[in-house]
């Protein structure tokens, strides 16, 4: 089932010209699943394709994996203070288990 968190960042990537491939990547689903939701939805791409430096170097947060809002730091990794205690707090549950 998918979450409407995950809807949105399915939007937001693909309105930002992200392939399907990478947004199935970073939600860790299916790469037909993503294709599906935004052929169903009308999720569409706009502008040049992304280059393979711009897929790897996306300021993604690796928590939501929202894009990072405009004018944060470069090496910036969250974009909130509670995505970082929320993923922090995550990763280390699993380390102590």
Request: aromatic share 10%; proline share 4%; with cysteine.
């Amino acid at each position: 089932m998918m979450t409407a968190e995950q809807l949105e960042v399915i939007a937001i990537l693909r309105s930002l010209n992200y392939p399907y491939s990478f947004i199935a990547n970073e939600l860790k689903l299916s790469m037909n699943t993503v294709k599906s939701i935004c052929h169903r939805k009308g999720y569409k791409a706009f502008g040049k394709r992304k280059t393979k430096d711009e897929k790897t170097a996306a300021p993604i947060c690796k928590c939501c994996h929202k894009p990072l809002p405009e004018g944060m730091r470069s090496d910036a990794k969250f974009c909130s203070t509670y995505c970082r205690t929320k993923w922090r707090r995550q990763n280390f549950r699993i380390i102590e288990k």
